[in-house]
């Protein structure tokens, strides 16, 4: 996650009109509900939060029940319709040299919220926002809900500090300490992923809804794959190509899936192939890992447009969603709604994800040598075709994006009436199953077969997959 720059290009979002005066009137609490989102991490080169809010503006935009707006930090004052809802540019201060911006004006974010005058405030950013729109907000009635995207005191306090355990606990203990402060104080608090809803009520954010994020599953589909696309990464139909379509950075665990690559090209030779897509200061590693392997590494840089990206992950057998920090996983999601198999961490969103949908195999946290280990077991296309369709008919029954909404809408509504707005139904079925790789103890480096030893070295690292098959799910009605 990070903090917004500047406005976001017209040709990213498609508003349909464009204007830089005031706001139009709200209308009255009696009519469509008026919602307003505040959120310092949308960037316009952003992932799953970007994503999160371009999707809402188009779906809440087209509903007549409620009204939508949202607030975004930018360099300058000025508004873009998007169907019926409104999205707000609000200068911010840039953030160094990182091009990033965090909005610290309170009269300017209030005159905006007087405009609007909005039943409702989802407070997307945890550090400075949640009292900045408590101080903008305050007299207008209107009621705050956050939005969990970031589990920072996790992500961005304590693993940073690893190093130093004394100061990494104090900080996490810190950042623990404020999200009770703020989401704590909220209405409501909407989180993606039903592993979450614990672990912030032990900390002291107890009204929490699960509402998960949503994937185009018009887009996103097995259709979209595409054999020159894969010829151009010299794979065939029987080939296995494993994707890494996530900022090339530490927090997505890059070193670790370079590592596990090494290792598993050692055994498998040409059969390992690996496809980057996007950028970060890891570039230089994926560079020299390119070089050390011509033909079989592929690197994309980053991939804008929607469509190319659907084409990527539904052309790739395998994707890696390495991150121990997810609060989603939108990438491991839209990868699922394509039939492609998963290799995810066992923590937070992504081992629930493969928990519940068994569609690809858990590793441990920074081990390249389970990763490799799984990675070899996939390496046989049938198995991987199996994970990859319990994976798509788990996304076909669940990721939904008008869903989504509606639930939101639901926690909203309910805030508003002074009901509990929690959902205490669990939004997805947890299927029981033990974890798909070779074993929850350490992982033996895996070794190359010497020439006279007739078996499959995979069947050293390979565990049986379980016999219980999830059935191809319908897609879900719309709203």
């Known amino acids: 996650m990070h903090f917004a720059r500047t406005r976001p290009e017209p040709a990213t979002l498609a508003p349909t009109t464009v204007s830089s005066g005031a706001a139009s009137t709200p209308q009255a609490l009696s009519r469509p509900l008026i919602a307003l989102d505040v959120n310092d991490f949308f960037s316009p080169t952003g992932g799953g939060v ?35 809802a409104t999205l707000h540019y609000i200068p911010a201060l840039p953030l160094g ?91 409501a608090t909407i989180a993606a992923a039903d592993c979450l809803r614990d672990e912030l009520a032990h900390h002291g954010v107890r009204n929490v809804s699960i509402t998960p994020l949503g994937v185009d599953l018009e887009l996103f589909t097995p259709e979209r794959r595409d054999t020159a696309l894969r010829a151009s990464w010299g794979a065939g139909d029987d080939d296995v190509v494993v994707c890494f379509p996530h900022r090339l950075c530490g927090e997505k665990r ?3 899936m370079i590592d596990a690559f090494r290792t598993v090209a050692a055994i498998a030779g040409p059969r390992a192939r690996l496809v980057f897509a996007g950028r970060g200061p890891g570039e230089p590693e994926v560079q020299a890992l390119l070089e050390a392997f011509p033909g079989q590494v592929h690197h994309l840089g980053f991939v804008d447009d929607r469509q190319q990206m659907a084409r990527v992950l539904a052309s790739a057998d395998v994707v890696a969603a390495l991150s121990p920090t997810e609060t989603f996983g939108l990438s491991a999601a839209e990868a699922m709604a394509c039939g492609t198999a998963l290799i995810g961490v066992d923590a937070l969103s992504v081992g629930e994800l493969l928990r519940q949908s068994r569609g690809g195999l858990v590793v441990p946290d920074l081990d390249p040598r389970a ?83 007739a078996a499959d070295p995979r069947a050293q690292v390979a565990a049986p997959l379980a016999s219980r098959d999830v059935r191809r799910a319908p897609q879900r009605r719309g709203s």
């Open 254 to 256: 890059l070193s670790t």
């Open 371 to 453: 990763l490799a280990a799984a990675w070899l077991q996939l390496l046989d296309p049938a198995l991987t075709r199996r994970y990859g369709a319990r994976a798509q008919a788990f996304a076909l029954a669940h990721f939904d994006w008008r869903e989504t909404f509606d639930r939101i809408v639901a926690v909203y509504r309910s805030v508003v009436k002074g009901e509990p707005a929690r959902l205490d139904r669990r939004p997805h079925p947890v299927v029981p199953a033990p974890l798909a790789w070779s074993g929850g103890g350490p992982t033996p480096t895996p070794r190359r077969p010497r020439a006279s030893h």
């Open 50 to 84: 970007r994503r999160y809010h371009t999707e809402k503006l188009q779906h809440l935009g087209a509903r007549s029940d409620v009204s939508y707006h949202l607030v975004v930090p930018s360099d300058r004052f000025g508004q873009e319709q998007h169907g019926g």
């Open 97 to 187: 040299k990182s091009g990033y911006r965090a909005v610290i004006d309170p009269l300017a974010l209030r005159r905006i919220i007087r405009q609007v005058r909005p039943d409702v405030i989802e407070v997307g950013s945890p550090y400075l926002t949640p009292d900045l729109v408590r101080l903008a907000s305050a007299g207008t009635g209107a009621r705050l809900v956050g939005f969990w995207h970031a589990h920072y005191p996790d992500a961005y306090l304590r693993r940073p500090l690893a190093k130093q355990p004394l100061l990494s606990r104090t900080a996490e203990r810190i950042g623990w300490w404020w999200a009770a402060r703020t989401y704590g104080r909220f209405d």
